[in-house]
């Protein structure tokens, strides 16, 4: 047993940092006997051994033998705390969350560590199962408070949760940013298991990316520093997804090895039913790639239906499953499993799994109808096909959102996204051929066969290959004596120059009718089918061919990533080191600089900004009905759900309802609801907005657009707290709490006679007024950054760009620079965006003036001008709009320096 120095406590933290786990444990155990009164940071020791050791689960058991021995302190917030992080660990997720909370609010609010460290257990709890947005705040609110504490370990442990939201959601390009965060952080702190941690997170980011070299080299270094450590967990982890990258390179045997040792590692360490499943998933995968369909299907339906499984590995595995029914050709079991697989994923915002399930679904019900088809049966369509088939394009396209154009090939580029993927593409392209009757046989036929060699082309890494899996697709469903493909590359290069018969024999010679091929990025092609083949089959094959070429071109484009990557091992060490610290350095820098304030989406670091917020916050705590005012597109909407996000009712609904928008015979209804019979077409009862928002908040926008009889209803309800439905008689009570907003002046209203004065002070209690862009400075830069980054990331501003964006005027606010920005940063194809692209964008930001305290007759008259030459389709007609001669007009063109219009070519 090891001897207690001077400082025992001292040397159990260097013992826990140094990763000496036999050691810690000893010194700790005594440490734990001798304890008299309770010390509760004996629990936290005790966690962080059992976190290192990769046994999370026995903390359950240090728990229950501290609250045996010492009853009384069973309140304490710190042993909450321990408590709660004990039960997470454990799978008794409702109990954890009991315990962090009740911690979270007990603890000192100077206690920045513990806090942060509840928060982000808190956090995790809403994994299983997933529910992101719960997920999403509590790490946003562990990170803040740990920054404040600089307790840049706990920020790190932040980030890596954060990421993990995001790549669950399908934002990998986040998750990968927030990993590198964390890698930063992680260093400063001088935190070996954060380090470990943020290594391997990255490079299951990066491989989800496509970037698997990438991907190995962080894995690797997560392997290696969790071996130094004796972090066994993170080496069975780390081990598992370098088996799944070995899988991918077709290194079969290589990746059952690893899955085999990770396997044995989280058995000896007493493996949980998740690590199980995952284990199951992956050998699933190998098992389906191999052909040994049943053996898949019985292994992960076997890990899937263990309790306490994690809900992501769940449904994984379930996937795996799916899939090897349909290899087997149990389409109906297969569809029915997926779909279920899909809305499990798409309620936990889980989207690869998601759209990945979509497709097996969808696959399955397109290849049961061609086969209904092919026998002579049923010709009517599948139920619900052609939705499945868009919602599944509609998540895969939700999974790539914010990826640059090579960031969607590299995640593509994985084979059964590919071949998925490249399904939905070629039913798309056919017309979802399972959705119309079939002309003929032999064209139900060719259907059938082409949906069995897809997944073929997507497994093999050779061109020519490939180009034969395509010509042998083609053959078997065609009636050509012969067929020859050849691939080229954007010199004229040949590629792959592959000719057939339908015995899959070579050919000599095929002599027919040349086919053009759609070309894949510089990869093209030419079909050439030798014999009579029809329309239909002419179509199959062109489709079949440019599936071809997509495969050859993802082959070389990952040959030349390789290529790229082909630097010595001491280089790359060298230049990783270098840049962990520069990223360190920086993170340590960006964690010193106040950041812009920000409240529910909205951006601002300027006074008007300022006091806005500091507005939303005094007045959210309160219940009263509070008149949102500001011209269009300041961000009215934004106000009212920051009032409600940070206020009592932030759990409730939030209903929005623009009262312009639902014509004034049918606002009565949406607002308070009607009953069956009521009016024409009422064929149901309907509850209104009002008891959909019962004890949430109702945001009327728009709310000067009420008619006098309508506005008169609204305040019978706010007054007496009750709504009745149309064609009603009962009453029911409601507790909402009404926001409301305009652009438009309603005590000028009041005089006039169109709103009522009753209702005005019903509504403006308490009012706040949202400042105009131009009266916000420099916030015009720092909103145009931000919806930069988030249209294209790789793109910046130019020096004039963010000149022309202090000068001009925005008079549809931030709503409009939104639009501008955006739409430069589609159209401008280089990296930096100038002065003339936003321009080219932003020509309705003339129109009109900036304010009525500052008119300009030059600036009215350029404006008017402007107007006339968009509107009117010739500068004579232009000119007899704005009542002036066609000369006049060009002289005030060049005046006022304005392009003149373009001559419209004369008709003859």
């Not at 369909?293 to 263990?306: P, V």
Request: overall charge positive; hydrophobic content about 45%; glycine content about 8%.
């Amino acid at each position: 047993m090891a001897r207690i120095g001077t400082d025992p406590r001292a040397r159990l933290e260097s013992l826990l940092g140094a990763a000496r786990w036999a050691d810690a444990e000893a010194l700790l155990s005594e440490l734990t006997a001798r304890d008299a009164g309770g010390d509760v940071a004996l629990l936290a020791a005790w966690r962080r051994l059992e976190d290192g050791r990769g046994a999370r689960s026995r903390t359950v058991a240090h728990v229950a033998a501290f609250l045996e021995r010492f009853p009384g302190r069973g309140g304490d917030p710190y042993f909450l705390l321990e408590r709660g992080l004990a039960h997470r660990a454990s799978g008794d997720l409702d109990a954890a969350r009991r315990d962090l909370v009740l911690a979270i609010d007990r603890l000192p609010k100077a206690d920045g560590d513990a806090r942060a460290l509840g928060l982000s257990g808190l956090g995790t709890t809403y994994f299983s199962p997933f529910d992101a947005r719960r997920a999403r705040q509590a790490f946003l609110a562990a990170r803040r408070v740990a920054e404040a504490s600089e307790a840049w370990s706990r920020v790190a442990e932040a980030e890596i949760n954060l990421g993990i939201v995001h790549i669950q959601a399908g934002a990998i390009a986040k998750a990968a940013r927030a990993y590198r965060r964390a890698m930063a952080h992680a260093l400063t702190a001088d935190d070996g298991r954060l380090v470990v941690m943020a290594s391997y997170n990255l490079g299951n980011c990066l491989h989800d990316l496509g970037k698997n070299v990438s991907a190995r080299r962080a894995l690797t270094r997560a392997l290696t520093l969790a071996e130094e450590r004796g972090d066994r967990s993170f080496v069975a982890w780390s081990t598992l997804l370098l088996g799944h990258l070995d899988r991918k390179a077709g290194a079969r045997d290589a990746a059952r090895a690893r899955y085999r040792q990770a396997a044995s590692i989280f058995a000896d360490l007493g493996d949980t039913p998740t690590s199980r499943a995952w284990v199951a998933f992956h050998e699933g995968e190998l098992l389906v790639e191999e052909g040994a369909l049943e053996e898949a299907e019985a292994i992960t339906l076997a890990a899937a239906s263990a309790p306490a499984t994690d809900g992501t590995a769940r449904l994984a595995c379930e996937l795996v499953a799916a899939t090897a029914k349909l290899a087997r050709g149990r389409r109906r079991a297969a569809a029915e499993l997926a779909d279920r697989v899909a809305r499990d994923a798409e309620a936990g915002g889980l989207v690869e799994i998601a759209w990945r399930a979509r497709t097996v679904a969808t696959r399955a019900r397109a290849e049961r109808a061609a086969r209904r088809w092919l026998e002579g049966r049923a010709l009517a369509p599948p139920e619900g096909l052609v939705d499945a088939l868009s919602r599944a394009e509609a998540l895969v396209e939700g999974a790539m959102r914010g990826l640059s154009t090579q960031g969607r090939r590299l995640y593509l580029r994985d084979r059964t996204r590919a071949a998925d993927a490249a399904w939905l593409a070629e039913a798309r392209a056919m017309g979802a051929p399972a959705t119309r009757r079939a002309p003929d046989a032999d064209a139900r036929a060719t259907w059938l066969r082409v949906l069995g060699h897809l997944s073929d082309l997507g497994a093999e890494a050779s061109s020519e290959r490939v180009a034969a899996i395509g010509l042998d697709a083609i053959l078997s469903a065609a009636s050509a004596r012969a067929a020859r493909i050849v691939v080229t590359d954007g010199t004229g290069g040949a590629i792959a120059d592959v000719a057939r018969d339908p015995w899959g024999r070579p050919a000599s010679t095929v002599d027919g009718e040349r086919v053009p091929l759609p070309p894949s990025g510089t990869v093209t092609g030419e079909l050439t089918l030798a014999g009579e083949v029809d329309g239909p089959e002419v179509d199959l094959a062109r489709l079949v061919g440019g599936l071809v070429l997509t495969q050859i071109a993802a082959l070389r484009a990952r040959d030349a990533l390789r290529a790229e990557g082909s630097r010595s091992r001491e280089e790359n060490a060298r230049l990783e080191v270098e840049l962990l610290r520069a990223e360190a350095a920086l993170g340590d820098a960006r964690g010193r600089l106040p950041e812009p304030a920000a409240r529910g989406g909205m951006l601002g670091a300027s006074p008007p900004m300022q006091a806005l917020f500091a507005r939303i916050d005094r007045v959210a705590r309160s219940d009263l009905s509070v008149l949102v005012l500001g011209e269009s597109g300041t961000g009215k909407e934004l106000v009212a759900r920051a009032l409600h996000d940070q206020g009592a009712r932030a759990a409730r609904p939030f209903v929005a309802v623009n009262c312009a928008a639902i014509p004034e015979s049918l606002l009565e209804s949406a607002l308070f609801g009607h009953r069956r019979g009521a009016f024409t077409g009422a064929d149901r009862d309907e509850p209104g907005l009002f008891v959909v928002a019962d004890t949430g908040t109702l945001f009327l926008d728009e709310v000067a657009e009420m008619s006098l009889p309508m506005q008169a209803r609204l305040l019978r309800v706010l007054q007496d707290g009750e709504v009745r439905a149309v064609g009603g008689t009962a009453v029911r009570s409601v507790d909402v709490r009404v926001v409301a907003a305009t652009h438009q002046d309603l005590h000028g209203l009041v005089q006039r006679g169109r709103f009522r004065e009753d209702l005005l002070y019903r509504l403006d209690v308490v009012s706040i007024q949202v400042p105009p862009l131009r009266a916000r400075g420099d916030d015009v830069v720092l909103l145009a950054r931000a919806f930069l980054a988030a249209a294209a990331p790789r793109k910046r501003l130019a020096p004039d760009a963010v000149r022309w964006l202090l000068a001009a005027p925005f008079p549809g606010n931030v709503r409009e620079l939104r639009a501008v920005v955006e739409a430069a940063a589609v159209l401008c194809d280089a990296d930096v965006i100038a002065r003339r692209d936003l321009e080219a964008e932003g020509r309705g930001s003339r129109r009109a003036p900036r304010s009525a305290g500052s008119l300009d007759l030059a600036e009215l008259e350029a404006w008017a001008i402007e107007q006339a030459l968009a509107r009117e389709p010739s500068a004579a007609a232009a000119a007899r709009a704005l009542g002036i001669g066609r000369a006049t007009l060009y002289r005030k063109l060049e005046a006022l320096r304005l392009a003149p219009p373009r001559r419209t070519a004369r008709r003859r």
